[in-house]
C-alpha cells in the first residue's frame, strides 16, 4: 500500500462540485504541482479558473490530458462512457485515471475497455452536497467521509500499484477508503443514497401538487421535516436522472421493498393500529444513533464545514 502520493499535473474532467472539491481539497494537501480543467462549457473554465480552482482550462479533452499523471473523471455518470472511451487514446502512458460517479456499474464496465497502457480505477467519494458548478466547491468536503473504490478485475502488478495510488490519494484528502464489488456498491447505494433521493423529489413533488395548500403555506411550516427534503430535492437534475438511468435495477429492488412497507404503514394508519405504528418507528429510531455513533453525522447542521458556511 503506498503511503503518500504526488502527482505532477493533475487534469480535472467536469469541474463541477465534485471535481473543484478535489482540485482545492489536492492543492490543500500538496498532492500535485499542477491542475488543468477540462469541461464542455467553457463559462465553467472561465469561473473555475478566476476562482483559482485550476491553473489551466481547456474545453477540448484531448488538448486537456496531455502530459496528466492523473485524470479525475468528475462528470455526470452518463457521460463516463464516452469521456473514457476518449481517454482510452488520448490519456498519456501510465496515467491514473479515476472517476467520482455515483454508480459504479457503468464505470467498471468503462475501466474494464481500458487498454492496459493506462489504469482506471472507478472511485465514488460518499461526500457531497446539493449545490453543484465549481462555485460550490471546498477542500474539507471529504474529511472523514468514505471513498468507495470498485476496481476493475486486472491482476497485473501496473494495475495493483494504481489501485494503491489512487487509495492513497483519497486518503491524502481526508477520507477513508473501503473497496468492494460495482455490484456491491450499486446495491447499497440504492439503499443509502438513491432510494433517499427519488424520495425526496417525490414528497417535494407531491407537497406542490396539493391545490389546497397555498405555496406560501409549504414555506411558512416547512420545519416540521419537509424543509429535509427541500434540501435534498434541490440536488442537480440531470446529475440524479443519469444515477437513476444507470442503477435502474437496484434502485427498482430496493424501491419494491419501501413500497411493500409503505403499504403497512397505510393500513396501520388506515385500520387505527396504534401498536403496529409504535413498533416500526422504534425499530427503526435506532438505526439514526448507529449514524451519529459512527460520526457520519451530527446534530449541528454544516459540521465540519467550517471553510464552507451556508
Ligand atoms: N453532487 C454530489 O453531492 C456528488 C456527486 N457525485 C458524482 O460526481 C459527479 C459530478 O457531480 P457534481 O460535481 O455534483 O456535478 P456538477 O454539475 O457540479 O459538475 C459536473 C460538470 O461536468 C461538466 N460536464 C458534463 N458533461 C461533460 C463532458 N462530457 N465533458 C466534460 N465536462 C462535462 C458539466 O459542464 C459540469 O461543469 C457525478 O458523477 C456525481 O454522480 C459523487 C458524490 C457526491
Ligand atoms: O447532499 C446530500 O445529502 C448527499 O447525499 C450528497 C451526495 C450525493 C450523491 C452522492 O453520490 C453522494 C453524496
Redesign the pocket.
Known sequence: MTDSVKFNRACV???????SSLAHAMRTAALVDEIIG????AD?IARAQKLGVIDKGETD?VKGVKGADLIIV????G??G??AAELASAADDGALII?????KGVALDAAKAMPERVHFVPC???????Q???E?GFASLFHDRWCILTPAPRDDDAYKAAVDKAAALWSGVGAKVEIMTAEHHDLALAVTSHLPHLIAFTIVGAADDVESVAAGEIVKYSAGGFRDFTRIAA??P??WR??FLNNKEAVLEVLGRFSEELAVMQRAIRWGDGQALEDAFTRVRGLRKAIVEAGQESAAPNFGRDDKPR
Open positions: 474532467i467536469g469541474v463541477g462540485l465534485i471535481g477540462v469541461d464542455r462549457d465553467v479533452l468528475s462528470t455526470p455518470v457521460a463516463i464516452a469521456v472517476d467520482v460517479g455515483s454508480v465514488h467519494p460518499v461526500a457531497g452536497t446539493e453543484s458548478g465549481p460550490a440536488s442537480d440531470v446529475m443519469d444515477v
